[in-house]
């Protein structure tokens, strides 16, 4: 069974402050993508990461894929109240059509 | 992208009883998913939805609790059978390709 162990769980912080979501598994992944969760809406896709080592931004966010493509992180600069919300990693499984498998999530709470 | 619309937002069901999902796409697609998402928890993947074949259920998932209909490219129910407080969930209707996923606004359960 392909596990995505997402952490820490629940993060709660002031404005202003920067923080780090980990992702981690035992196995490869062919992408990994990074959801965002406000309550009573869907999770809404942030970004996707393809090839090992890779490095993508998003304004304030930056997003890593490890080198053999296992492990992925989101670092938050200069955290805004805008930026609460359950945050989802979610790993592509190789050859199942599309099946992703998610993280845990990590509830952040940003307080002004 | 893809414009995921799904029925009812929310309900409140006895105990007992069943309901059925709607999610309707602005496009067609090959594959659809349907997740559960139990309190404060992530994303579980209940079955993948195909256009003309059965759905495939993943591991803890059988058709007599959770039926699917998908009769079109752009459409498909999940029925929630049977219902006891321990289904009282989101339910997330989602579409993608390559790993990538798009959701729809989720359907929130409440069994009493």
């Known amino acids: 069974t392909q596990l995505l162990e997402q952490s820490p769980q629940f993060l709660s912080i002031q404005e202003g402050e920067n923080l780090t979501v980990y992702c981690n598994s035992s196995s490869v992944f062919s992408s990994l993508q990074w959801y965002r969760q406000e309550p009573g809406e869907g999770p809404v896709l942030l970004v996707t990461?393809?090839?090992?080592?890779e490095v993508k931004k998003l304004k304030r966010l930056t997003f890593q894929f490890g080198d053999a493509r296992k492990d992925s992180s989101l670092h938050i600069t200069a955290a805004q109240p805008g930026d609460t919300g359950l945050y989802l990693c979610?790993?592509?499984?190789?050859?199942?059509?599309?099946?992703?498998?998610f993280g845990q999530g990590t509830e952040l709470s940003v307080k002004p | 992208s893809a414009v995921i619309s799904q029925k009812p937002s929310r309900d409140i069901c006895q105990r007992g009883t069943s309901l059925t999902i709607q999610c309707q796409v602005d496009s067609q697609v090959t594959m659809m998913f349907w997740y559960r998402q139990q309190p404060g928890q992530s994303l579980t993947l209940i079955a993948t939805a195909n256009q003309g074949s059965e759905a495939t259920y993943e591991s803890g998932f059988v058709i007599d609790k959770f039926p699917i209909s998908r009769p079109n490219l752009t459409f498909s129910t999940l029925t929630v059978s049977n219902l006891s407080p321990e289904d009282s969930s989101i339910y997330l209707c989602s579409v993608g390709g390559a790993g990538e996923l798009f959701f729809g606004e989720g359907s929130r359960l409440t069994v009493l």
């Open positions: 979610a790993g592509a499984v190789y050859n199942q059509g599309g099946k992703l498998i």
């Open positions: 990461v393809v090839t090992g080592g």
